[in-house]
């Protein structure tokens, strides 16, 4: 039916003399093949072609001219124009510099599908955009380097763009699709274009009002390397503000709380500048137990540091005495009226900062509690050891001075028994007040319990 139709108009036998020829040598190389010029066929209509073989086959009509490389992608074999292709594309020309038969392995992610809309974008073709396939398309251009070299027709990176913000920022459910679709180019040669549309998707949804919080479950979805990519081009992105960041970090690690090293977890704390933090999320993260002790230390520190570095600079930089000025026009006195409200709100975050590093120190003298506290848990723990081996040097010199008694008994020195008797009673005394005194310090400590048999370490 197609053939007849091209037989009709008299152009098949002088344009396609070789194609079977050509036909079986694509087909040769690959059991599947879907040639992209094959057999011609005519239009009735006189609407834009919509497949990758209309678009060829409508190029070699009004061109006059033949498919002159083939392109072998996964199991498809295309027959293209070289002209259009090298025009549009650095990374094919590069590739048909000394060959018109090339095969293209695509990277992880990437699909034939993708690389055929691609091409079209290089004939001037429509190429239809969708929430599944912008993201792979968008992969697609930039891997392939395609740039636009003429001003009559806008190039594929801008078209996906267009729809980004168009279609996608302003519908949250398109957003979600498009951030699903993402993952799939995080782990090959497009991974950086796959995180950098994920992020751009993460903060339409996180400041879009109607989105919720559901689509954090797609972040919680991603593997520690993978969510470590992610912050990271967050990082960059938000250099200024880091709360978003700090938000989706905490998430992560809530819902990863013991699968994670104690190495990966700093690694993706580390990402967060908490200088770019707002007063009341540092505070949460000074508060947050699900951070590593170090990091949250350092971040104190480091305000300290910033607090007074900024203090000592204001109390440097006093402004030096003025003349009077004259009055000032109305205009400008009302802009100065302006001026005066936002010095009230300096004022209000200075207040805010004062409050902040009350509660910084508060927090900092509540460490060096626990450790003087653990300190003197320790000086306990050794006296208690101490007592042990008191207790047993006086049992042991219990039994000589039993034993040096009942020889005296025996040999009937009254003197001698009433005075080593005393003297034992003495210090067995003193030493039963010692011994109580440390184990009621050792009681108060909750460290030591007493027992029958003397003092014992809680287990």
Known sequence: METRGWQELGVVDTIYEDDQEEDEDCSNSHSQCSSAAGSLSGRSDLSPPTTLRGIVEAWSSEKGCRPDIIVRVEDQCLRLHKDPVIFRSSYLKRQLTDSSDITIILPSGLTADAFSLAIMSCYNGEVRLTSPNLASVRAMAEWLELSNNTSSFMDLISLTEDYFFQEVSTDSSQTVEVLRSCVKLFGGDVASIGVAIFVRCVEVLAGSGGAGDEWLNEVTALSGEEMQAVAEEMRERSLHDHDLLYRIVDHYLENHDGKLTEEDKNKLCYTITCASLSPPIFMHLVQNPRLPLRFVVQAMLLDQLHSHHS????????????????????????????????????????????????????????????????????????????????????????????????????????????????RFIRGFKSFFKKSVGTAGECRRLGVVEESSCGLHRKE
């Open 311 to 422: 203090l000592f600079h204001h109390s440097t930089m006093a402004p030096p005495l003025k003349p009077p000025r004259p009055p000032l026009p109305p205009q400008v006195a009302a802009e100065s009226a302006q001026t005066l409200g936002s010095i009230l709100q300096q004022g209000a975050v200075i207040r805010q900062s004062a409050h902040l590093r009350k509660s910084m120190e508060a927090t900092s003298f509540r460490i060096e509690s626990l450790e003087r506290e653990l300190a003197g848990l320790k000086r306990t723990l050794r006296r208690s050891g101490d007592v042990v081996a008191l207790t047993t040097a006086i049992a042991r010199s219990e039994s000589f001075r039993t034993a040096s008694e009942n020889t005296l008994k025996s040999s009937g020195g009254g003197e001698g028994k009433a005075f080593f008797g005393s």
